[in-house]
């Protein structure tokens, strides 16, 4: 069984900071990809950021230059540092993981539950 569990999201005012986390738990192999997405209500899920094994990030153009992804492997987390905070990045935020359970097998997705942030004044 592998649980991933999302820590760090709130109420901020606009340019404010916030900072996720998302840990995983359980046996497993190794962590391939990490990310994160958000949805907004009556919105689909988007990615946000990722970060790739050999640590390649990749970011949506709305949160260029605001957000930074990075991981700690030795912990199995993935970070989300939110700077600059606006209104439009209110939403629930996901982290996604590709996980790989044993040596042999294949990579699955695996998501946290969800963590709510709001900006707002």
């Known amino acids: 069984q592998v649980q991933l569990v999302e820590s760090g999201g709130g109420l901020v005012q606009p340019g404010g900071s916030l900072r996720l986390s998302c840990a995983a738990f359980?046996?497993?192999?190794?962590?391939?990809?990490m990310g994160w997405y958000h949805q907004a209500p009556g919105k689909e899920r988007e990615l946000v950021a990722r970060i790739s094994i050999d640590g390649t990030t990749t970011y949506a153009d709305s949160v260029k230059g605001r957000f930074t992804i990075s991981r700690d492997n030795a912990k199995n987390t993935v970070y989300l540092q939110m700077n600059a905070l606006k209104p439009e990045d209110t939403a629930v935020y996901y982290c996604e993981m590709l996980i790989r359970r044993t040596y042999m097998s294949s990579l699955l997705g695996y998501w946290g539950q969800g963590t709510q942030v709001t900006v707002s004044s």
């Open positions: 359980g046996n497993f192999a190794n962590i391939n990809a």
